[in-house]
């Protein structure tokens, strides 16, 4: 299992590949902290030329340079990745990028309790598991 | 005649009626007496001498009339009282009654002489002359419009002693001249008039030897004898315009009717000497002035009476004549005033509106100076309240940016804030798992202190920025709800804790709010949720009501719990205000949304609680909402500054 994980903030992204590791022990978890790497390794340009399509794109939002929202679009409007599950994981609520919400798989609010939080790996668990996420609400 | 008037006496015996009758007849005598008296004091007055004028002509005659009217203004003195008697010879209707006319002047004034005669035109003179010894003695005459080419040096001077006056000046050789110069081409002058017009042409043709010169005795011809000489007269032809009276038909002309005759009948231009002809079809000329020999002729007449001798005043021969233009004629014949000769006057001009209509002109000038200032005063006002009202939306728009800036930077400081605060608090309650255990009970205790306040900051920055958040509008343009689907979502939120709890919820029939759903779902969750969690009584119930009036919707949400104290009532409103001090974790934000919310559409919330009687609140929005963005009503405008 490959797993994307787009996240600027290094804590953010240390826990959220912990709480992936612990729901899924064989997960790969490559980890970008902006858009612009994504893009590259979705386009598979250097330095990831060699890289793999991920599984799964764990995506978080507000980025420095290039926001999630532009490359969710990008995802969407390419027929090699329009197909690739993409999970919205943002401190902002989902009323504030309705556009990412009608575009992602799932869209995850980042809790600010640890045990909440953790339950992020189980989200991505669930997908492995049943071949599918469950859209929230 | 006097009256002597003898008083009636008063009969003691008389009836009181016919006392009165007697007074009264008594009375009138004596004014009637008085009157009388006056009258003939009056009649012993002493006056100035009276003046006689002595016209040629008829009354009605144009040179006649402008010489009275001369003689009347130059007679005219505050200082005199003159009497004026005006008598016309009428020597051109009626050449041979002059001594009739002897007579009747003779009785007329038998009593009492004139002090001084004016006499106009030939006519008169010579009959005064004739008629000298036995009428008008001794009484001193003025002559005026005496023709010189009657040779009046000669006839008059053997009376200088009593006699002297204006003569006529005739300026034929001036407006011969004139003409040939206006119409270089002429190469025939003819003159029709009396004999004495055959004189003039004589001397034009002098002047002229190469233009042919002719004359026309009109009294010789009859009027359409008249006429067709003058249609038949070769091109290149000025005709001269002399007087004349009748045709030898003794049909009359009078000046204006042998100028428009003579004018109509000749296919050439017409001049003359006459001004009275000047309007009527002749072009113009140099014209004598009869009203300026009247006028001369009063002076010199005001000199006699005051005791200068006839003899004494030299004969006034200068003529004052002036050069006089008819435009139409001018018009016709193609002559530029500029070629006419300097101080020319120029009669019947068309006139201009001006002159036509100078009330309603000055009226209408005068309007529209009332109303430019009326316009002026208006604009200068409409002017000032504009730049009042740009003053006020400049004001307006900057506390509506200075709102704008505050939101902004509590939007961004909530929402850059909230990542690194989740870290510390996520990362804190991390740290306290994994040295459970290992730290002692203070540093275990210090420890959990910061995990509580961090995770507490996390909270009260999230929900500050929901507070930003909440009145977002990207909602879609109308605002309206359907409150009763709202409100079934809503409570299919809470479900399980109003199944769990046996709360009970009586709503009634909910009308269309004008509210986005969102906003509207916002605050009946945060309503139903404050119900549920501070409520604490075994069988809650709470009601949900609306009224839909003209103005505005209202919704009540009441429940029967422990209430809010009426004292932070309006407090609990306010950003991190919380009105359950046993609310646990919650920060007291979800009220604060509910009034931001409200405000933005213009209604209201409040609390209506007693401890008693559980919480009652109600909340307003006007049925066309007003949107403010970004600005508090005086109700929320301490909770303005979420920053505090």
């Not at chain 2, 407090?571 to 509910?594: N, Q, W, Y």
Request: charged share 20%.
């Amino acid at each position: 299992m490959r797993i994307l994980l787009v996240e600027d903030n290094a804590a953010d992204a240390r826990l959220s590949s912990l709480a992936i590791r612990r729901a899924h022990s064989g997960a790969e978890v490559i980890t970008v902290d902006d858009g612009i790497p994504a893009l590259r390794y979705l386009k598979q340009e250097e330095p990831f030329k060699e890289a793999a399509l991920p599984d799964l794109v764990l995506l978080d939002l507000n980025l420095r340079a290039l926001d999630g929202i532009d490359v969710l679009r990008w995802i969407r409007q390419q027929p090699r990745t329009r197909d690739i599950p993409v999970v919205i994981f943002s401190s902002s609520p989902r009323d504030a990028h309705v556009e990412a919400a009608a575009k992602a798989d799932r869209y995850v609010e980042k809790p600010g309790d640890l045990d909440e939080y953790m339950k992020i790996g189980r989200v991505v668990a669930e997908f492995f598991s049943t071949g599918s996420l469950r859209s929230t609400p | 005649m006097e009256l002597v008037v003898h008083p009636v006496p008063v009969r003691r015996s008389r009836s009181p009626r016919r006392s009165r009758l007697d007074f009264a007849l008594a009375g009138t005598l004596c004014l009637f007496t008085l009157a009388n008296t006056a009258r003939a004091a009056e009649d012993t007055k002493d006056k100035e001498p009276n003046v006689l004028l002595l016209n040629s002509y008829h009354a009605g005659y144009r040179w006649t009339d402008s010489i009275v009217q001369g003689v009347q203004n130059g007679l005219a003195s505050p200082t005199r009282d003159l009497s004026l008697d005006i008598e016309y010879l009428d020597a051109r209707r009626q050449p041979a009654s002059s001594h009739v006319f002897a007579e009747l002047l003779r009785e007329k004034f038998s009593r009492e002489a004139p002090r001084i005669i004016i006499a106009s035109d030939d006519a008169a003179v010579q009959f005064l002359i004739q008629n000298r010894s036995t009428l008008f003695s001794n009484t001193p005459v003025v002559f005026c419009g005496v023709n010189e080419y009657h040779g009046t040096s000669s006839y008059v001077q053997p009376y200088r002693s009593w006699m002297t006056g204006v003569l006529e000046k005739i300026s034929w050789d001036e407006t011969v001249d004139l003409a040939m110069r206006l119409h270089p081409d002429t190469r025939n002058l003819v003159a029709i008039g009396d004999p004495t017009m055959g004189a003039i042409a004589d001397r034009a043709g002098l002047r002229f030897p190469y233009t042919h010169t002719s004359s026309i005795r009109a009294a010789e011809l009859s009027a359409s004898e008249i006429q067709q000489r003058l249609a038949g007269l070769p091109d290149n032809t000025v005709v001269l315009l002399g007087a004349f009276t009748q045709d030898r038909l003794h049909r009359l002309f009078t000046i204006r009717q042998s100028a428009a005759f003579v004018a109509g009948a000749a296919l050439s231009p017409v001049y003359t000497v006459t001004k009275a002809a000047v309007g009527f079809g002749p072009v113009g000329g140099k014209v004598a002035d009869g009203y300026k020999q009247g006028l001369s002729a009063a002076k010199m007449a005001l000199r006699i009476m005051d005791g200068t001798s006839p003899a004494d005043i030299p004969i006034d021969g200068s003529g004052n004549n002036e050069f006089l233009f008819d435009y139409k004629a001018l018009q016709k014949w193609n002559i530029p005033a500029r070629s006419l000769p300097p101080a020319s006057i120029v009669v019947d001009r068309p006139k201009h509106f001006y002159t036509i209509h100078p009330v309603w002109i000055w009226s209408g000038l005068g309007f529209g100076a009332v109303q430019s200032v009326i316009i002026f005063l208006l604009l200068a006002e409409v002017r000032k309240r504009r730049q009042a009202e740009i003053e006020i939306k400049g004001h307006a728009a900057a506390l509506a940016q200075s709102n704008y800036m505050l939101e902004q930077f509590a939007f961004v400081t909530a929402h850059d804030f909230q990542e690194p605060i989740r870290n510390v608090a996520i990362f804190t309650q991390l740290l306290k798992r994994r040295t459970a255990g290992q730290l002692d009970e203070e540093a275990n205790e210090a420890l959990g202190f910061v995990a509580n306040g961090s995770n507490r900051l996390f909270l009260m920055v999230r929900g500050l920025l929901a507070w930003v958040r909440s009145i977002d509008t990207d909602q879609g343009s109308v605002p309206s709800a359907d409150a009763g689907a709202v409100l079934a979502q809503v409570l299919d939120k809470h479900w399980p804790a109003i199944d769990s709890g046996h709360v009970t919820v009586d709503a009634s029939r909910m009308p269309h709010i004008p509210m986005h759903a969102t906003h509207l779902r916002q605050v009946l969750d945060q309503l139903i949720a404050n119900a549920l969690q501070h409520a604490r009584v075994d069988d809650l119930r709470i009601t949900i009501s609306a009224e839909n009036a003209v103005d505005a919707c209202t919704l009540v949400v009441q429940d029967n719990g422990v209430g809010v104290p009426s004292v932070i009532a309006e407090r609990v409103f306010g950003v991190f205000k919380k009105g359950d001090l046993e609310s646990g974790e919650r920060i007291g934000m979800g009220l604060a949304i509910c009034r931001r919310i409200l405000t933005f559409y213009g209604g209201r919330i409040w609390i209506e609680s007693t401890e008693t009687n559980g919480c009652r609140v109600v909340f307003t929005v006007p049925n066309r909402p007003d949107p403010v963005e970004s600005a508090e009503t005086a109700s929320g405008r301490e909770h303005a500054n979420p920053l505090g």
